[in-house]
């Protein structure tokens, strides 16, 4: 396979505020915050503000490695970071399809890496077998990770306003909470 790939960042707006967000897409609370950024964007403004978005696998959420991968190979694809929104969004609204019960039981203890891989295709539309099986994929998701231990991110969600953890911030407020913080 070709090194010609380019993972797209997973940016929107181009304001000079900064917002990034650490998510892991199987949590529910991220999955909340996850489902807020549109309307964030649209009341803060997508010329006062950046949203940056960096995956954030947790090893309790026990399939995360493969979503995440799925979602930054995804990013690889036409429409870059539009495709992994799409991957992003189907995991969203399909959660169960994607997480063990418990974080350690259920129907999904007997998927394989390649049923996760069908389910999202299915519920996205697009197809990421074969950016998945890039070689060095990988070094686009360590750089979601390292910047994260950079940053001392430890869980999802995490917020960041222009650089600086804000542990005031959380899935459950109010799309109008966050924007004040842009004002």
């Known amino acids: ?95 169960e399809e994607f997480v063990f019960e418990n974080h350690c039981t259920g129907p999904n203890r007997s998927v394989t890496p390649n049923d996760i891989l069908k389910r999202l295709e299915d519920y996205s539309g697009v197809a990421l077998t074969h950016a998945f099986e ?10 979601h990770a390292k910047y994260a231990r950079q940053n001392g991110i430890h869980s999802s969600p995490t917020f960041m306003v222009d650089g600086l953890v804000d542990p005031g911030m959380g899935s459950g407020d109010d799309v109008s909470e966050w924007v004040k913080r842009f004002q």
Not at 78 to 90: I, L, Q, R
Not at 134 to 143: E, F, G, N, T, V
């Open 134 to 143: 890039i070689p060095d994929l990988d070094s686009a998701l360590k750089r």
């Open 1 to 95: 396979m070709a090194n010609d790939w380019h993972a797209d960042p997973l940016v929107w707006g181009n304001g000079p505020r900064l917002f990034e967000i650490f998510l892991e897409p199987t949590c529910p609370f991220s999955v909340k915050t996850f489902h807020k950024l549109d309307d964030f964007l649209a009341q803060a403004g997508e010329s006062n503000v950046r949203v940056q978005l960096w995956l954030q696998s947790q090893p309790w959420h026990l399939l995360s490695p493969i979503v995440t991968r799925a979602i930054v190979a995804a990013s690889t694809l036409d429409g870059g970071k539009e495709t992994a929104k799409k991957v992003m969004a189907a995991v969203a609204d399909h959660r």
